[in-house]
């Protein structure tokens, strides 16, 4: 018997994560922490009431110095929700039951939220 063993040169790609786009229907809760001189954090809350191809809709609850509660239009991106408003985006990226980014603009901070 001969035992052949074939071994590759370079590197084997990275695939992003598939999401069931229905998946993300629900409510997400977790942290928000600023990444500004103030360091302020709080809870954070976002529910995602309905998604249609590439759209999401929800709304944002968050909780800090300055409290925050939007209804929101983001945009599925792969593996990762875009939350595009005036002065403000947020990046999440989705992997299971778990989102994590940041905002950028007039609140920056980093966001981890988990799926309830």
Not at 16 to 23: F, Y
Not at 32 to 43: E, F, I, K, L, Y
């Amino acid at each position: 018997m001969t035992l052949l063993v074939v071994l590759g040169s370079g590197s084997t790609p990275v695939l992003a994560q598939v999401i069931d786009p229905q998946s993300l229907v629900g409510e997400w809760t977790g942290q928000w922490s600023s990444t500004s001189r103030a360091q302020v954090s709080g809870p954070y809350s976002m529910v995602i009431s309905k998604v249609e191809g590439d759209k999401v809709t929800g709304r944002v609850e968050r909780s800090a110095q300055k409290n925050a509660s939007f209804a929101f239009v983001g945009t599925l991106e792969g593996n990762k929700l875009v939350i595009d408003r005036p002065g403000s985006k947020t990046e999440l990226e989705i992997s299971d039951n778990q989102m994590r980014g940041g905002s950028f603009g007039t609140y920056r901070g980093t966001i981890t939220l988990n799926k309830k």
